[in-house]
């Protein structure tokens, strides 16, 4: 992959990471939800289904907005799983719009089986355009907190084999100029160079060729 594709692609990724995705099939509250967050300079994705939703997580999202008209058992059921499947940095806010009499009769209903799997906020409709905005603006807030320990986790990982590596390599040519000085036969040191840099490098095989004449010849393999 070039240097522009692979640029390329993490925009695209990071892109998608900044979305605020939003289940709503039903009346105007997708494109209300889109019209509110869009003025202020949010990316709200609309899903279609549950389906769509779960694959969209799982490709990347800042949060997930849902009805609760939206969440059926069998809908909180995958959701759910989805989110269990999140890696240890990660803990997807998810917000639950709701109405009164709804969260009086089964909100708790609603949020059962996503407390250990993401941040859950229920959002009490009616809705001001302040309150909601308010909201999302907090959590892709919280995500983007997540998404600097993602980083810094990797960048420690980075490092850790960094270190290692020089530890490797720098053990493999003590152990080369040991056998340089224990002898003057050019096979053993050859041989030694080969085995240690093999291992030390993480390569399977490799093998030292030497020019006869007006030919190469394999004298040693290894691996």
Not at 68 to 82: K, P, Q, W
Not at 138 to 159: C, F, P
Not at 164 to 184: D, M, P
Request: charged fraction near 25%; hydrophobic fraction near 40%; include cysteine.
């Amino acid at each position: 992959m070039s240097s522009s594709e692979s640029a390329t692609e993490t925009r695209l990724a990071r892109g998608k990471e900044q979305r605020v995705l939003v289940l709503a099939p039903f009346g105007r509250d997708a494109a209300e939800i889109g019209r509110v967050l869009g003025a202020v300079d949010f990316d709200a994705t609309p899903c279609s289904d549950v389906e769509q939703l779960c694959a969209r997580i799982e490709q990347g999202a800042a949060a997930a907005l849902v009805t609760e008209e939206s969440l059926s058992d069998e809908a909180r059921g995958r959701i759910a799983a989805t989110l269990a499947r999140q890696p240890s940095w990660s803990e997807l806010p998810l917000l639950i719009m709701t109405s009164r009499s709804r969260h009086d009769r089964d909100g708790w209903h609603a949020l059962r089986g996503f407390e250990k799997t993401a941040q859950v906020r229920l959002l009490e409709r009616p809705l001001t355009t302040a309150a909601l905005v308010s909201t999302v603006r907090a959590i892709v807030g919280s995500r983007e907190r997540q998404y600097q320990i993602r980083d810094e986790l990797a960048a420690r990982r980075q490092a850790e084999a960094a270190l290692r590596r020089q530890h490797e390599l720098g053990a493999a040519l003590n152990r080369i100029n040991t056998v340089i000085h224990a002898t003057l036969d050019s096979d053993d040191i050859l041989r030694s160079v080969m085995v240690e840099g093999t291992e030390a490098l993480g390569c399977e095989t490799a093998a030292v060729s030497l020019r006869q004449a007006d030919h190469w010849t394999v004298r040693f393999i290894h691996g």
